[in-house]
Nanobody, 126 residues
């Protein structure tokens, strides 16, 4: 497992942008599939986006076209750029990581990921 620390959340207005960051404490970051999930009060944890070892990405439908996941292996960091934010994007956002032997493997179920951060709150006001 790897220790993950998210940052960048906050209170914004609808239409604004935010960039979340997740720093990983591992020298083998490049071998991990990284994902972002979110959880609103009373709801299940929801997949948002994931990026594999080769830089391939996968998005949940509501995130397509508005959110961009990226990674910087030199900084052991994964990012989630969120644009055109909506009130329904309000949630606690979690970073997740899981080692993958194959470079094209990508995960999207919470149970696929073994390492989780503590979360960062994103609140979008209307």
């Amino acid at each position: 497992q790897v220790h993950l620390v998210e940052s960048g959340g906050g209170l914004v207005q609808a239409g604004d942008s935010l960039r979340l960051s997740c720093a990983a404490s591992t020298h083998t970051f490049s071998t991990y599939v990284m994902g972002w999930f979110r959880q609103a009060p009373g709801k299940e944890r929801q997949f948002v986006a994931a990026i594999n070892r080769s830089g391939g990405t996968l998005y949940e439908d509501s995130a397509k076209g508005r959110f961009t996941i990226s990674r910087d292996n030199a900084k052991n960091t994964v990012y989630l750029e969120m644009n055109s934010l909506k009130p329904e994007d309000t949630a606690m956002y979690y970073c997740a990581g899981q080692y993958a032997s194959a470079i094209y493997t990508v995960f999207q179920r919470p149970t696929d990921f073994g390492s989780w951060g503590q979360g960062t709150q994103v609140t979008v006001s209307s």
